[in-house]
């Protein structure tokens, strides 16, 4: 009987890899279904276990998450001693709080099947001290701003004694100053930047600069992104030691046999809708209606925080039934943005999150099966990575752009010159009537009438959509003379445009008549308040209107006390500056000899026998008016005897 056949490891599978992970994380991998590792952590793991930097661009949705923490872990356990105390043997940056937590988390689900390193987990969320360990173990720490201060953050260190850190480049910055946290060459092993190109992008830059500074150059450096700009690559040739470069990318066949380069997953079907501004939220309403099957999870992109606010208050009743909303942007309180950012990733039912760039890049939403730019943003190269939310890890997912007809279907050419190629959107089918948008304007419209609080929070979404959209890169595709106004407003169920330079001329009042000084909040307070300053301004305007006869001497007296003002504040600078003057003219003499003080002096008689003359010749002559040409392009007319006497020569 033949010897059985030693059965051969599939190329790509975990177990083939050399040198074998351990045990432990094969389990963990198993226990999460990746049954082999995608292409970027094959390439990734390969190089990085080694004594080797990296530099890693893939796709989005590709994993790169798990492509640098197996091999951080890996180097940090492989030592054989355990870390001294409050010495620092590794540190992941991320920007942005979300995607730190989110790579906290998964590192913490990993080391739970490393069991002395899980043994130790409970410490962090007790008071207690950690006891020293007399094996390797991986003890992270979770470093952002706002949720805790940075005071909080050190006690939390000199107690747990972490060798990991996992943060933001601001808070990571703060805790390595201080002198207790040590990161010394014969300890420290390995950095990591996460989504290095928007680390710089945000400007990061001084903080990456100063924690360079508290770290060994002797270190492995991994950079990983999905795209890598220039400052990434001057940050290459400053922070890495012969760095190796992997570049992960996904190729489709086109018609015509034409193979082409994408940026994301094959998975991930990327597709754009021309809309009327006004059909852009009832489009919205149509595809979470037909999409089969029902999106569990779908983001919807804008382009300020007021919008994601505004929008965040009025669609409750508007989206179809079972789909509840959250929101994600900037000027969230941290505690706030944490507890929303959870609510959406835990949800049980369709749920939509309505944000801005915040959420563009590095988070790993699960199950995110839709994702609609409400707004195109106004960086190209952050287009890729809204769609990118959703398709991930091979889950099929939809990306459709909302563009307005005329210039801005350009934007799709754009993109193709980019190899961003998107198709326009067929499935599920769109169509929006005018019928249906006038219902969804006036729902909209209805809330703001209700309550005065809707119809100013819609005011300031508009306008800062305004000053955003003035912003895009691609100013020959988004041109804000081009835009229908008034669409616009029924968009963003307006009753009556702002006040701004761009809609000068136009009628205000979108030809609905609605007195919106009657608008009342619906809080009795902020109404009660609202009337009291009301009822006060009005008699104070017709105290003014009684004492200067009319509305034009009003606004004349205004205008005289404000330059009274600026004729103070003229004043006050102008005695500064003879104060400084007058102590460098004393430093000055200090420094004279004996000599240069005789001419001085001399020179002090001269000028002052021709004052004397000036202003006897000025005696004799008749007093006379000249016009002197003033700083607005006018003139003024001055007296000689108004004119700043000669006081000598400063110098």
């Known amino acids: 009987m033949a010897p059985e056949q030693t059965r051969r490891k599939a190329p790509r599978s975990w177990d083939a890899l050399t040198p074998p992970l351990a045990q432990w994380i094969l389990d963990y991998l198993s226990s999460m279904g990746y049954e082999q590792p995608t292409p970027v952590q094959k390439s990734c793991l390969d190089i990085f276990r080694g004594n080797k930097d990296v530099v890693v661009e893939a796709v989005t ?198 193979v082409e380069e994408r940026k994301t997953p094959m998975s991930l ?89 915040v959420a563009a890049r590095g988070l790993d939403i699960p199950q995110v099966d839709l994702v609609v730019q409400h707004d195109p943003p106004t960086d190209t190269k952050v287009f890729i990575h809204r769609c990118g939310r959703a398709g991930r890890a091979g889950r099929r997912g939809l990306a459709v752009v909302l563009l307005q007809p005329g210039r801005e279907e350009g934007y799709v050419q754009l993109l193709d010159v980019r190899q961003t190629p998107i198709v326009p959107l067929e499935r599920p089918a769109v169509q929006v009537e005018p019928a249906q948008a006038d219902a969804v304007a006036d729902a909209i419209r209805a809330k703001a009438r209700a309550d005065r609080e809707v119809f100013q929070l819609a005011q ?68 009660k308040k609202r009337l009291e300053e009301l009822d006060k301004w009005k008699k104070e305007k017709a105290e003014r209107e009684a004492a200067g006869g009319d509305a034009a001497a009003g606004q004349k007296r205004k205008k005289n006390e404000a330059w009274s003002g600026q004729k103070e504040q003229e004043d006050a600078r102008a005695a500064r500056r003879e104060k400084k003057r007058r102590k460098r003219e004393a430093q000055r003499l200090a420094n004279m000899t004996e000599k240069e003080k005789e001419e001085q002096k001399k020179l002090e008689e001269l000028i002052e026998q021709v004052r004397k003359k000036n202003l006897e010749d000025g005696a004799t002559k008749p007093a006379t008016t000249t016009k002197k040409s003033g700083g607005g392009g006018g003139s003024r007319v001055d007296n000689d005897e108004d004119e700043d006497e000669f006081s000598g020569f400063d110098d």
Not at 241 to 257: A, E, N, W
Not at 321 to 328: Q, V
Request: with cysteine; charged share 25%.
């Open 61 to 258: 949705g590709s994993g790169k998450t798990l492509a640098f923490l197996i091999p951080v872990v890996e180097k940090l356990l492989r030592s054989g001693e355990p870390a001294k105390r409050h010495h620092v043997q590794g540190i992941i940056i991320t920007p942005t709080r979300e995607l730190a937590s989110q790579i906290h988390t998964v590192l913490v689900s990993m080391i739970k099947f490393h069991a002395p390193s899980a043994d130790l987990l409970r410490y962090a969320k007790d008071d207690e001290k950690r006891p020293a360990t007399t094996e390797p173990v991986i003890v992270p720490q979770l470093l952002v701003g706002g949720t805790t201060k940075a005071a909080e953050d050190l006690s939390t260190f000199l107690r747990l004694s972490p060798n990991l850190l996992v943060g933001t480049p601001g808070r990571l910055a703060e805790l390595l100053s201080s002198p207790h946290v040590k990161a010394p060459s014969s300890s420290f092993e390995v950095l990591v930047m996460d989504e290095a190109d928007r680390l710089l992008d945000l400007g990061f830059s001084p903080e990456l600069t100063r924690i360079l500074g508290y770290l060994p150059k002797q270190r492995r450096t991994g950079l990983f992104s999905a795209s890598l700009s220039e400052a990434v690559e001057r940050l290459i040739t400053v922070g890495l030691l012969y760095p190796h470069k992997i570049t992960v990318r996904v190729k489709s066949l086109k018609d015509g046999g034409v």
């Open 269 to 357: 079907s990327m597709t754009y809708l021309v809309t009327p501004a006004s059909h852009k939220i009832p489009a919205l309403c149509q595809l979470l209606e037909k999409l089969d099957p029902r999106p569990q999870r779908s983001i919807v992109f804008f382009s300020t925080c007021f919008a994601v606010k505004y929008f965040a208050k009025v669609l409750h009743g508007i989206l179809p039934p079972g789909f509840s909303i959250a929101s994600l942007h900037g000027k969230l309180e941290p505690q706030v943005r944490e507890k929303n950012y959870e609510r959406f990733v835990n949800a049980t039912s369709p749920t939509v999150l309505l944000t801005t760039d």
């Open 460 to 527: 300031r979404a508009f306008v800062s959509w305004t000053r955003s959209y003035l912003e895009h890169q691609a100013t020959s595709i988004f041109r804000v003379a081009d835009l229908d106004w008034v669409d616009l407003a029924k968009g963003y169920g307006l009753l009556e445009l702002p006040k701004m330079p761009e809609v000068r001329g136009l009628d205000r009042s979108l030809g609905l008549g609605i007195d919106t000084e009657a608008i009342p909040f619906r809080d009795k307070q902020r109404e």
